[in-house]
Antibody, heavy 119, light 110 residues
Framework: DVQLVESGGGVVQPGGSLRLSCEIS????????MHWVRQRPGKGLEWVSQ????????SYAESVKGRFTISRDNSRNSLFLQMDSLRREDTALYYC????????????WGQGTPVTVSS | QSMLTQPPSASGTPGQKISISCSGG????????VYWYQHLPGGAPKRLIY???QRPSGVPDRFSASTSGTSSSLTISGLRSEDEADYYC???????????FGGGTRLTVL
């Protein structure tokens, strides 16, 4: 079974940092690009960042560019999101998602890890 | 364009057929495949449609979609109470280099 398990969420003060992790199993991790998607309270899904299968290509939503860094460790089947200079508006449930290519979209998601930015 | 355009809500009675629209532009729906996701409260989103109108195995054929130009539409036939959820369209956007989601449509089964 394909599994994506996020961790690392929590409560942090504005300006602080958090590092999210996503451990995967059930598929060949290094064959697929991976994304982070978030849902702010009461809002819809919002794409945050993506990384190519080998980590050689990344991109970010304008709202997080320069503050968040996506990375992956294919030897550990793990995806990461380093979040710095956090703002209250970054409060959200963060999902990691397996991107099965442009024709297939996201075909697997984790359950999400909550991030609360509050003083 | 910060998101694809969907109606915020839709409703229907059991057995009815409803459609949810999704409008975008040349850099997303007009040039890339559309996906549709179902999101139940407290759960992970689930892929309903990929490649404009294809259903993954396990998704009932009550769910269908069509795309033309820069718009797409999800249709649910034979509405059931368990279809009550949030529905999102999405497509790769060439300008942002990432996936653009619709704002989501909350479906209520009356």
């Amino acid at each position: 079974d394909v599994q994506l398990v996020e961790s690392g969420g929590g409560v942090v003060q504005p300006g602080g940092s958090l590092r999210l992790s996503c451990e995967i199993s059930g598929f060949t991790f290094e064959d697929f690009g991976m994304h982070w998607v978030r849902q702010r309270p009461g809002k819809g899904l919002e794409w945050v960042s993506q990384i190519s299968w080998d980590g050689g290509s990344t991109s970010y939503a304008e709202s997080v560019k320069g503050r968040f860094t996506i990375s992956r460790d294919n030897s550990r089947n793990s995806l990461f999101l380093q979040m710095d200079s956090l703002r209250r508006e970054d409060t959200a449930l963060y999902y990691c998602a397996k991107y099965a290519g442009d024709t297939n979209g996201y075909d697997a998601w984790g359950q999400g890890t909550p991030v609360t930015v509050s003083s | 364009q910060s998101m694809l355009t969907q109606p915020p809500s839709a409703s229907g009675t059991p057995g009815q057929k409803i459609s949810i629209s999704c409008s975008g532009g040349d850099s997303n729906i007009g040039d890339n495949y559309v996906y549709w996701y179902q999101h139940l409260p407290g759960g992970a989103p689930k892929r309903l449609i990929y490649r404009h109108n294809q259903r993954p195995s396990g998704v009932p054929d009550r769910f269908s979609a069509s795309t033309s130009g820069t718009s797409s539409s999800l249709t649910i036939s034979g509405l059931r109470s368990e279809d009550e959820a949030d529905y999102y369209c999405a497509a790769w956007d060439d300008r942002i280099g990432g996936v653009l989601f619709g704002g989501g449509t909350r479906l209520t089964v009356l």
